[in-house]
């Protein structure tokens, strides 16, 4: 898996499937890696070049030195410049995307700011808005004290159902080992960049055809949030998953099918 030098900064990057195939860039949640895509990749590079990418300070992605005063000036905006950096160099000009929480956060911003860069877009269990700044507060005062560890079972509780949990511990324990892989300041730059967003107004009317996929028990990106988003673009459909917010590992063969059917047109 190479290193690939941006304009903003080096990125760790997987690529599979045909280089003349379609691109489809794929942008992972917050405290997680590209390997959280593994589950997809087999069947999505039959049809696509599958491009996964770390996020700045998660797998082996670095921290920039520069990425809290980035956060702070940029919010998500910090990642959809990122996005934009690792296509510009792979030498493309426009690109499926498929994002997931925070990668779903990331697409907004590129369907709002950047739309000509996209063919379709897949926003899987993500929000519009975050909230208040201040209610990330505590997450990022535990993340000083008791770096990521002290976030592990909040997440895994919010990632998985009960009912998968139980059926599946060792993808669970998988998940969980990725998540704690993550660079305490990599995952802290990253929440500071979602704290406060609120892309509600400016995706309104956004053209890129779009499926939203939502979990019936996703407690932290909701089936309502994911209805708006969908109500807010010009050309989306809706997508209702039994799971919670990982969807893509606990629905991995449904969500895996929808998304390469709907990128093929």
Same mark, same amino acid.
């Given at each position: 898996?190479?290193?690939?030098?941006?304009?903003?900064?080096?990125?760790?990057?997987?690529? #599979?499937?045909?280089?003349?195939?379609?691109? !489809?860039?794929?942008?992972?949640?917050?405290?997680?890696? +590209?390997?959280?895509?593994?589950?997809?990749?087999?069947?999505?590079?039959?049809?696509?070049? /599958?491009? %996964?990418?770390?996020?700045?300070?998660?797998?082996?992605?670095?921290?920039?030195?520069?990425?809290?005063?980035?956060?702070? %000036?940029?919010?998500?905006?910090?990642?959809? +410049?990122? @996005? +934009?950096?690792?296509? #510009?160099?792979?030498?493309?000009?426009? /690109?499926?995307?498929?994002?997931?929480?925070?990668?779903?956060?990331? &697409?907004?911003? !590129?369907?709002?700011?950047?739309?000509?860069? !996209?063919? %379709?877009?897949?926003?899987?269990? $993500?929000?519009?808005?975050? &909230? *208040?700044?201040?209610?990330?507060?505590?997450?990022?005062?535990? +993340?000083? $004290?008791?770096?990521?560890?002290?976030?592990?079972?909040?997440?895994?509780? %919010?990632?998985?159902?009960?009912?998968?949990?139980?059926?599946?511990?060792?993808?669970?324990?998988?998940?969980?080992?990725?998540? !704690?892989?993550?660079?305490?300041?990599?995952?802290?730059?990253?929440?500071?960049?979602?704290? &406060?967003?609120?892309?509600?107004?400016?995706?309104?009317? @956004?053209?890129?055809?779009?499926?939203?996929? *939502?979990?019936?028990?996703?407690?932290?990106?909701?089936?309502?949030?994911?209805?708006?988003?969908?109500?807010?673009?010009? #050309?989306?459909?809706?997508?209702?998953?039994?799971?919670?917010?990982?969807?893509?590992?606990?629905?991995?063969? $449904?969500?895996?099918?929808?998304?390469?059917?709907?990128?093929?047109?």
């Amino acid at each position: 898996m190479p290193m690939l030098q941006t304009s903003r900064q080096p990125f760790h990057i997987a690529i #599979d499937g045909p280089d003349s195939a379609p691109a !489809l860039l794929m942008a992972h949640p917050l405290g997680a890696s +590209l390997d959280v895509w593994a589950p997809q990749v087999a069947g999505l590079a039959r049809y696509f070049r /599958v491009i %996964r990418y770390d996020a700045r300070g998660h797998g082996a992605s670095p921290v920039p030195e520069q990425a809290t005063a980035d956060a702070a %000036r940029e919010g998500v905006g910090a990642l959809g +410049l990122d @996005a +934009l950096a690792i296509i #510009d160099a792979l030498g493309l000009e426009r /690109v499926h995307w498929c994002g997931l929480s925070m990668g779903g956060m990331a &697409g907004q911003w !590129l369907l709002a700011y950047a739309p000509q860069r !996209l063919n %379709r877009v897949v926003l899987a269990n $993500t929000a519009a808005s975050t &909230g *208040a700044a201040s209610a990330w507060d505590e997450r990022l005062q535990t +993340l000083k $004290t008791a770096g990521v560890a002290g976030l592990i079972d909040g997440v895994m509780a %919010r990632w998985f159902t009960p009912g998968f949990a139980a059926a599946h511990p060792d993808t669970v324990a998988g998940v969980r080992d990725l998540v !704690l892989r993550t660079k305490p300041d990599g995952y802290a730059a990253c929440a500071m960049a979602l704290a &406060g967003m609120d892309l509600q107004q400016v995706i309104r009317g @956004a053209t890129p055809p779009t499926l939203v996929i *939502a979990g019936a028990h996703d407690a932290g990106t909701t089936p309502e949030q994911a209805r708006f988003i969908a109500g807010q673009l010009a #050309d989306a459909r809706l997508l209702m998953l039994e799971a919670a917010h990982l969807s893509n590992v606990e629905q991995a063969a $449904t969500f895996t099918q929808a998304i390469s059917d709907f990128l093929s047109g």
